[in-house]
Antibody
């Protein structure tokens, strides 16, 4: 059974940094595409970033240059390093396995973690 | 691509049919493989989303067969054939035709 457990959320001031972690069990993170999706309070879902099995990453425009997705294969863990945080980054951040189409950034999410909450506020 | 769902919310009696619509601002039908790049998710209160449907009409393993997806091109429908109490949730459509993949705003389903 695939399980994803996020951690690292918290309260941070605007302009600050935070690193989210996603511990993966049941599958090898390096063999899968993995992604982060966020949900602002009371709002819908927003796709943030994806890492390919070969290590290539893609970020949506709103986080480009500020968020970096990486993984530690030895720990089977995914990371989302967030810097220059803005109030509008406040959200629950979900880690998910990404079922990619034809080795591309296109796909859907078949397994989700429970999420970790990031609050950006002064 | 902008995904627009309708209605924003609906209340259905237990055992009755619930229908949720999703419209994309451009076609998500890929002509080379005749597949619609569309998924549906269910999110219950306080829980993460759960994949229900992908390729517009393929049910994820373990999803009850009262859930079905249909449509092609720009217009899609998620149907719950006989609403159960445990189906109360917000439902989202998502395209994966191009980057960025985007979601609809969600449709809240309640029991009447």
């Amino acid at each position: 059974e695939v399980q994803l457990v996020e951690s690292g959320g918290g309260l941070v001031q605007p302009g600050g940094s935070l690193r989210l972690s996603c511990e993966v069990s049941g599958v090898t993170v390096s063999s899968n595409y993995m992604t982060w999706v966020r949900q602002a309070p009371g709002k819908g879902l927003e796709w943030v970033s994806v890492i390919y099995s070969d290590g290539y990453t893609y970020n949506v425009d709103s986080v480009k240059g500020r968020f970096t997705l990486s993984r530690d294969n030895s720990k089977n863990t995914l990371y989302l390093q967030m810097k220059s945080l803005r109030v509008e980054d406040t959200a629950v951040y979900y880690c998910a396995r990404y079922i990619a189409v034809a080795n591309s950034a296109l796909g859907y999410m078949d397994v989700w973690g429970k999420g970790t909450t990031v609050t950006v506020s002064s | 691509i902008v995904m627009t769902q309708s209605p924003d919310s609906l209340a259905v009696s237990l055992g009755e049919r619930a229908t949720i619509n999703c419209k994309s601002s451009q076609s998500v039908l890929y002509s080379s493989n005749s597949k619609n790049y569309l998924a549906w998710y269910q999110q219950k209160a306080g829980q993460p989303p759960k994949l229900l449907i992908y390729w517009a009409s393929t049910r994820e393993s373990g999803v009850p067969d009262r859930f079905s997806g249909s449509g092609s091109g720009t217009d899609f429908t998620l149907t719950i054939s006989s609403l159960q109490a445990e189906d109360v949730a917000v439902y989202y459509c998502q395209h994966y035709y191009s980057t960025p993949v985007t979601f609809g705003q969600g449709t809240k389903v309640e029991v009447k």
